[in-house]
């Protein structure tokens, strides 16, 4: 992950360092289509497989809500979580031009507004988009799995059907904005790759900015 995430900056480094000169030994749009081709693309898929199991994990709990799958449903979490941070070195490009570049991980949640949030719950999207980015998201789902210890949070879900449907709807909302998000970055990857230029938009400006 590590190398993911420092050596293209390394790399843009030394290109905007080269820019200054007539000449540069470096093939930008070949630098550029393998960065959105080989790490930005392939790590948002990533981040949509990891979705999929904390989603699929959620409607588990959801069926059978015990500690055994609040433990697994935690661990799903985790692991959505890591692809994100791998993502989020990314959050340029489509990702803020669809506005949503907070709308994965705005961290911390906000708890009072989350818990005001399933308490006027109403199912469906609609009321999701009335919501604000700090009560959505990871850091939403994080704070209602991990609230407390297993027993208390399990006994939370159990006595509170909203509080479930809630979480349910958050991890849906996720997965369909990400497939936004690569659906964007599939059809801006040819402009993002092709633009060498050193302006605010091109492609090298973005991954270095």
């Known amino acids: 992950m590590k190398k993911k995430l420092f050596v293209p900056l390394f790399l843009c480094a030394i290109l905007l360092g080269c820019s200054k000169g007539k000449k540069s030994g470096f093939d930008r749009a070949h630098i550029l289509q393998n960065?959105?081709?080989?790490?930005?693309?392939?790590?948002?898929?990533?981040?949509?497989?990891?979705?999929?199991?904390?989603?699929?994990s959620l409607k588990s709990?959801?069926?059978?809500?015990?500690?055994?799958?609040?433990?697994?449903?935690?661990?799903?979490?985790?692991?959505?979580?890591?692809?994100?941070?791998?993502?989020?070195v990314n959050n340029f490009g489509p990702i803020t031009e669809l506005g949503l570049e907070t709308a994965f991980d705005r961290w911390p949640a906000n708890p009072v507004r989350v818990e005001s949030s399933i308490e006027n719950y109403q199912t469906g999207t609609a009321y999701l988009n009335t919501l604000g980015s700090n009560v959505k998201g990871l850091a939403a789902l994080e704070y209602l799995l991990f609230k407390d210890n297993q027993t208390?949070?399990?006994?939370?879900?159990?006595?509170?059907?909203?509080?479930?449907?809630?979480?349910?709807?958050?991890?849906?909302q996720l997965a369909t904005d990400l497939v936004t998000v690569i659906n964007a970055w599939e059809a801006y990857k040819e402009a993002f790759s092709t633009d060498v230029s050193n302006t605010a938009n091109a492609g090298i400006t973005l991954l270095a900015n």
């Open 35 to 56: 960065q959105v081709e080989n790490l930005i693309i392939p790590s948002f898929n990533e981040f949509s497989s990891s979705l999929k199991s904390l989603n699929a």
């Open 61 to 88: 709990l959801q069926e059978v809500t015990n500690e055994q799958h609040l433990k697994t449903t935690r661990a799903a979490w985790i692991q959505a979580k890591l692809a994100w941070k791998t993502c989020e």
């Open 152 to 172: 208390t949070t399990v006994d939370l879900f159990r006595n509170n059907p909203n509080r479930m449907s809630f979480m349910i709807d958050l991890g849906e």
